[in-house]
């Protein structure tokens, strides 16, 4: 089993910056296709950045392209720089993990999720 906690989540001006980070514990000997997903009120739950387990590939909502950027540390640190932030990014951001070896994009795809963290943009 793999444990998943983000953080980093918080109240920022439009134009700010914030970074999440995903902690995983547990089996995590190994790393993981991770995606970041993101849900607000009233909305569907919606991908915004995965990374697969290697690292060398990666996807980015068209919405967040170019403002957002998925990283990590190691196989326990995942990071979501978000640039440029709008008041539409105001949500529940959410850490995904999975086993698979290729880039996850679907949400049904992903066995280990975080319980999420608020993040608000004020215009």
């Known amino acids: 089993q793999v444990q998943v906690v983000e953080s980093g989540g918080g109240l920022v001006q439009a134009g700010g910056s914030l970074r999440l980070s995903c902690a995983a514990s547990?089996?995590?000997?190994?790393?993981?296709?991770v995606g970041w997903f993101r849900q607000a009120p009233g909305k569907e739950r919606e991908l915004t950045a995965a990374?697969?387990?290697?690292?060398?590939?990666t996807y980015y909502a068209d919405s967040v392209k170019g403002r957002f950027t998925i990283s990590r540390d190691n196989a326990k640190t995942h990071y979501l720089q978000m640039n440029s932030l709008k008041p539409e990014d105001t949500a529940i951001y959410y850490c995904?993990?999975?086993?698979?070896?290729?880039?996850?994009?679907?949400?049904?795809?992903?066995?280990?999720w975080g319980q999420g963290t608020q993040v608000t943009v004020s215009s």
């Open positions: 990374i697969n387990w290697s690292g060398d590939k």
């Open positions: 547990g089996r995590t000997s190994r790393t993981y296709a």
């Open positions: 995904a993990m999975d086993r698979s070896y290729a880039l996850v994009t679907d949400l049904s795809g992903y066995d280990y």
